[in-house]
T-cell receptor, first 112, second 107 residues
Framework: NAGVTQTPKFRVLKTGQSMTLLCAQD?????MYWYRQDPGMGLRLIHY???????AKGEVPDGYNVSRLKKQNFLLGLESAAPSQTSVYFC???????????FGPGTRLLVL | GQNIDQPTEMTATEGAIVQINCTYQ??????LFWYQQHAGEAPTFLSY????GLEEKGRFSSFLSRSKGYSYLLLKELQMKDSASYLC????????FGTGTLLAVQP
């Protein structure tokens, strides 16, 4: 059981470039989440999904898109990266909304 | 509205006891989570309280008062490895996190 994995672990982008962050979970969880974490700001929810084929906006969705084509995968896309998107991105999953969330190891993104 | 407050930083001494407080205001109540996050790592689950009272798990205990909108995490016999951020979180249809309390354990 790998739990929640994230790819890549670290990436440097130039302003305007695009990229996709991949989150995968092998626990058959229905719910998946993408957060960003910045110093002094805590974890902020970007987008989440309550099941395969569904997505919803979180607290800070602007500049990001997501897709959940397969139950085990949740993709986070940046179409045109901006320096303000420099952050650590965490993916998480759980069986139901009120259950413990399991986090991936994080992706560190630097946008120059 | 939904709001979770916790102190930004705390310092304690190895071997001592420390209490990290969390107050919350949420529309509806579905329990309260505590997570631990070491620097550069992902948050990991510590506890979940849905009923009032104290729940003990080894050196860590978590308390909840629903009427007061208040919870605390109690860490006993502090060790250097307990230096981390402690996140309070309340589930709605998604999890609402506080900004976390950075605990520094000194020798």
């Amino acid at each position: 059981n790998a739990g929640v994995t994230q790819t890549p672990k670290f990436r440097v982008l130039k302003t305007g470039q695009s990229m996709t962050l991949l989150c995968a979970q092998d626990m058959n969880h229905e719910y998946m989440y993408w957060y960003r974490q910045d110093p002094g700001m805590g974890l902020r929810l970007i987008h989440y999904s309550v099941g395969e084929g569904t997505t919803a906006k979180g607290e800070v969705p602007d500049g990001y898109n997501v897709s959940r084509l397969k139950k085990q995968n949740f993709l986070l896309g940046l179409e045109s990266a901006a320096p303000s998107q420099t952050s650590v991105y965490f993916c998480a999953s759980n069986r139901a909304a009120q259950e413990t969330q399991y986090f991936g190891p994080g992706t560190r993104l630097l946008v120059l | 509205g939904q709001n979770i407050d916790q102190p930004t930083e705390m310092t304690a001494t190895e071997g001592a006891i420390v209490q990290i407080n969390c107050t919350y205001q949420t529309s509806g109540f579905n329990g309260l989570f505590w997570y631990q996050q070491h620097a550069g790592e992902a948050p990991t689950f510590l506890s979940y309280n849905v009923l009032d009272g104290l729940e003990e798990k080894g050196r860590f205990s978590s308390f909840l008062s629903r009427s007061k909108g208040y919870s605390y995490l109690l860490l006993k016999e502090l060790q250097m490895k307990d230096s981390a951020s402690y996140l309070c979180a309340a589930p709605q249809n998604k999890l609402i996190f506080g900004t976390g309390t950075l605990l520094a354990v000194q020798p």
